[in-house]
């Protein structure tokens, strides 16, 4: 319990508010976690499966519908993760909401790039069994170096896009298919990385005996990163297959 003192503000409010209420909460378990993981994923997927079936009915529902999806889900995101004890409410909307943006982006490299999303699923899956059997072997281990090391990447990237998007607004820039694949290759490892973070976080959160509201922020966590590797990920397999062709 002592990391969520000492080095998260987030945690740190919300367990002090926990313990200020009841003494006795019921601690977080794995199974839990797990639980709560397949429910947001759930949630993604008829979520998809709505946006889908939006898209068949009117086509030109496209560009509302990405707009829609971009501006709820980055405000459900943020409540969720700035409020872990809203993390159940928020993070299902956010879910919900990513779902159809993931359904109507699917489907439309799908038109260019047939079969692309079901190697970006199967390709998902497999950067996620790597990244559980290096975590639970001890092969790669969370420290704090690590998370540092994170979040300065994390944060170099941001600089990096918000400085290339302000030069755009006065210079026409243009990326070949070798600097958006470099680009591509650079998300996915920042995703990688955040997967074992997150799976720290599931660890520090269960065995540090954190109150049960916090299974579903972790598993929240755990399914953003999943849902943001996919993303990153359909694209890059699109303009391989596009290229190949």
């Given at each position: 319990?002592?990391?969520?003192?000492?080095?998260?503000?987030?945690?740190?409010?919300?367990?002090?508010?926990?313990?200020?209420?009841?003494?006795?909460?019921?601690?977080?378990?794995?199974?839990?976690?797990?639980?709560?993981?397949?429910?947001?994923?759930?949630?993604?997927?008829?979520?998809?499966?709505?946006?889908?079936?939006?898209?068949?009915?009117?086509?030109?529902?496209?560009?509302?519908?990405?707009?829609?999806?971009?501006?709820?889900?980055?405000?459900?995101?943020?409540?969720?993760?700035?409020?872990?004890?809203?993390?159940?409410?928020?993070?299902?909307?956010?879910?919900?909401?990513?779902?159809?943006?993931?359904?109507?982006?699917?489907?439309?490299?799908?038109?260019?790039?047939?079969?692309?999303?079901?190697?970006?699923?199967?390709?998902?899956?497999?950067?996620?069994?790597?990244?559980?059997?290096?975590?639970?072997?001890?092969?790669?281990?969370?420290?704090?170096?690590?998370?540092?090391?994170?979040?300065?990447?994390?944060?170099?990237?941001?600089?990096?896009?918000?400085?290339?998007?302000?030069?755009?607004?006065?210079?026409?820039?243009?990326?070949?298919?070798?600097?958006?694949?470099?680009?591509?290759?650079?998300?996915?490892?920042l995703c990688t990385l955040y997967l074992f973070f997150d799976l720290e976080m599931i660890r520090r959160v269960v065995e540090g005996g954190a109150p049960k509201f916090f299974e579903w922020y972790?598993?929240?966590?755990?399914?953003?990163?999943?849902?943001?590797?996919?993303?990153?990920?359909?694209?890059?397999?699109?303009?391989?297959?596009?290229?190949?062709?």
């Open positions: 319990m002592n990391f969520f003192r000492s080095h998260n503000p987030v945690y740190r409010r919300a367990l002090n508010e926990t313990e200020s209420l009841d003494k006795t909460y019921e601690a977080s378990t794995y199974a839990g976690v797990a639980r709560k993981a397949l429910f947001y994923i759930a949630l993604v997927l008829v979520g998809a499966f709505g946006g889908l079936a939006l898209m068949v009915a009117n086509t030109e529902l496209f560009v509302t519908m990405l707009i829609i999806s971009l501006f709820t889900t980055t405000i459900f995101a943020l409540f969720a993760f700035l409020i872990p004890s809203a993390a159940k409410v928020f993070g299902s909307l956010y879910c919900l909401a990513e779902g159809l943006l993931v359904g109507v982006v699917s489907l439309a490299f799908k038109a260019v790039a047939p079969g692309v999303v079901l190697a970006a699923l199967l390709s998902t899956v497999v950067v996620l069994t790597l990244v559980v059997t290096l975590f639970l072997t001890g092969t790669v281990k969370v420290t704090s170096k690590f998370i540092r090391f994170l979040m300065i990447f994390a944060l170099s990237i941001l600089v990096t896009m918000l400085l290339l998007w302000i030069i755009s607004l006065f210079i026409q820039i243009k990326f070949d298919f070798r600097i958006m694949a470099v680009v591509s290759g650079i998300m996915i490892f972790v598993a929240f966590g755990l399914v953003f990163t999943l849902v943001w590797l996919y993303m990153e990920i359909l694209p890059l397999l699109a303009r391989l297959m596009m290229r190949r062709d």
